[in-house]
């Protein structure tokens, strides 16, 4: 090997011994998301308030400790990560922690990101995930009846909180703003803003009986309805029978608004230009006394969800199981002893005086609730559902 050669080699060792030195290793995990434990706010944040602050925590939450407990045992099983060589999984009490604050808040995932120093790639995969886990885990708790005397027990409900009867609950709708999906066209709603539809029955303590969610905001609200399982389920209710003091059988009916069709199993009040007395008056007075249930069920999941309220980031697949996570945990706190004043304390609600009738407004309604209500507007009205409201209407005159 000749002095020039030797030279080069000396030059070459030289040069990757320069780049070597100058590189840095690669890092699997930034610093910044190292310090999750210690200094994220799931982590920190929820242990000073179970240990410290045991009332913070039930106002931060809105549920008590042991339901949360609860809610994490259950769902612990279908989002539970495994650790690998290079990368520590996120555990699944983060990762529900996280996603009760975005249901709680709406926060974008970099805001997550920055107070639970999880990436927000990672956030945006397992938030679906814990919602879709939390609507499996919860299924018991939105049910509708599948026999007769159970929709028999929901209108007794009815009959004694309301003084309605052969009510088997409220029906209601609001659209779900959200980004402009693939074939965005079909999901433009009346006010020409991109939405799914979120469709509930509410039953007499204002939980949820049946919902349905994910319809593009272009179908009607009557289609939905008409599509839905709700409607099939109709065939299941007790057979009509006399309303109290009354000879005429008459059905077991859901009570609704003017975005819906008159039918025998859909009541509505009459219209503006429909009311000629005092019957009529009566009438929708009755109706509308009574529709503060899901009027407060929507009320209530919107101020407690304020992901609802703003236009949500995602597919429509995962804006419906986004939906529907906030349904089911708003019945399984409703549901609960240890939770229910949490989450609806006393005063958030309506409610109404048993002697005089009169309606005490709840504290929800000074939040502004967000929620796209359904479009209004005239509707075919069959003859059947015609004559069930005059039988109604007689029985709401004697």
Same mark, same amino acid.
């Given at each position: 090997?000749?002095?020039?050669?030797?030279?080069?080699?000396?030059?070459?060792?030289?040069?990757?011994?320069?780049?070597?030195?100058?590189?840095?290793?690669?890092?699997?995990?930034?610093?910044?998301?190292?310090?999750?434990?210690?200094?994220?706010?799931?982590?920190?944040?929820?242990?000073?308030?179970?240990?410290?602050?045991?009332?913070?925590?039930?106002?931060?939450?809105?549920?008590?400790?042991?339901?949360?407990?609860?809610?994490?045992?259950?769902?612990?099983?279908?989002?539970?990560?495994?650790?690998?060589?290079?990368?520590?999984?996120?555990? #699944? =009490?983060?990762?529900?922690?996280? %996603?009760?604050?975005?249901?709680?808040?709406?926060?974008?995932?970099? *805001?997550?990101? +920055?107070?639970?120093?999880?990436?927000?790639?990672?956030?945006?995969?397992?938030?679906?995930?814990?919602?879709?886990?939390?609507?499996?885990?919860?299924?018991?708790?939105?049910?509708?009846?599948?026999?007769?005397?159970?929709?028999?027990?929901?209108?007794?409900?009815?009959?004694?909180?309301?003084?309605?009867?052969?009510?088997?609950?409220?029906?209601?709708?609001?659209?779900?703003?959200?980004?402009?999906?693939?074939?965005?066209?079909?999901?433009?709603?009346?006010?020409?803003?991109?939405?799914?539809?979120?469709?509930?029955?509410?039953?007499?303590?204002?939980?949820?009986?049946?919902?349905?969610?994910?319809?593009?905001?272009?179908?009607?609200?009557?289609?939905?309805?008409?599509?839905?399982?709700?409607?099939?389920?109709?065939?299941?209710?007790?057979? #009509? =029978?006399?309303?109290?003091?009354? %000879?005429?059988?008459?059905?077991?009916?859901?009570?609704?608004?003017? *975005?819906?069709? +008159?039918?025998?199993?859909?009541?509505?009040?009459?219209?503006?230009?429909?009311?000629?007395?005092?019957?009529?008056?009566?009438?929708?007075?009755?109706?509308?006394?009574?529709?503060?249930?899901?009027?407060?069920?929507?009320?209530?999941?919107?101020?407690?969800?304020?992901?609802?309220?703003?236009?949500?980031?995602?597919?429509?697949?995962?804006?419906?199981?986004?939906?529907?996570?906030?349904?089911?945990?708003?019945?399984?706190?409703?549901?609960?002893?240890?939770?229910?004043?949490?989450?609806?304390?006393?005063?958030?609600?309506?409610?109404?005086?048993?002697?005089?009738?009169?309606?005490?407004?709840?504290?929800?309604?000074?939040?502004?609730?967000?929620?796209?209500?359904?479009?209004?507007?005239?509707?075919?009205?069959?003859?059947?559902?015609?004559?069930?409201?005059?039988?109604?209407?007689?029985?709401?005159?004697?």
């Amino acid at each position: 090997m000749d002095s020039a050669d030797e030279e080069e080699l000396l030059f070459l060792n030289a040069s990757i011994a320069f780049i070597q030195q100058r590189r840095k290793p690669r890092l699997w995990v930034r610093n910044f998301f190292k310090k999750r434990e210690t200094h994220g706010v799931c982590s920190s944040l929820y242990n000073d308030l179970v240990i410290h602050d045991a009332v913070g925590f039930k106002n931060t939450l809105r549920m008590s400790p042991e339901d949360l407990e609860i809610l994490l045992q259950k769902v612990s099983p279908k989002i539970t990560k495994h650790d690998t060589n290079f990368r520590q999984a996120i555990s #699944p =009490k983060d990762q529900l922690l996280v %996603t009760l604050r975005y249901l709680a808040t709406g926060d974008t995932y970099t *805001a997550l990101m +920055l107070i639970s120093r999880i990436s927000k790639t990672k956030i945006s995969v397992f938030v679906p995930e814990v919602c879709k886990a939390i609507v499996q885990v919860l299924a018991d708790y939105v049910k509708m009846p599948t026999t007769a005397d159970g929709w028999e027990e929901v209108a007794q409900n009815f009959k004694i909180k309301w003084n309605l009867p052969h009510c088997i609950g409220h029906l209601d709708g609001r659209h779900i703003e959200m980004i402009r999906p693939k074939n965005g066209n079909d999901y433009i709603n009346y006010r020409k803003n991109y939405s799914i539809v979120l469709l509930g029955l509410v039953d007499a303590n204002y939980n949820f009986l049946y919902v349905d969610v994910g319809t593009p905001g272009k179908i009607s609200d009557s289609e939905v309805f008409n599509n839905s399982n709700l409607c099939r389920s109709l065939q299941n209710l007790p057979q #009509p =029978k006399p309303l109290p003091g009354r %000879t005429q059988p008459s059905p077991y009916v859901i009570i609704a608004d003017d *975005a819906f069709a +008159l039918s025998k199993h859909l009541l509505k009040p009459y219209s503006y230009y429909q009311v000629n007395g005092h019957a009529e008056k009566m009438f929708n007075y009755r109706l509308n006394r009574s529709r503060v249930v899901v009027e407060n069920a929507f009320g209530i999941l919107s101020a407690r969800f304020k992901v609802l309220r703003q236009s949500i980031l995602v597919s429509p697949t995962k804006a419906s199981t986004i939906v529907l996570a906030c349904v089911y945990l708003h019945n399984f706190l409703r549901k609960s002893e240890r939770s229910v004043y949490l989450y609806t304390p006393p005063g958030s609600l309506d409610e109404m005086n048993p002697v005089s009738g009169e309606i005490s407004l709840g504290t929800w309604r000074d939040k502004n609730q967000g929620m796209i209500l359904l479009q209004m507007g005239p509707s075919l009205d069959c003859p059947e559902g015609v004559a069930v409201r005059e039988e109604f209407k007689a029985f709401f005159m004697t």
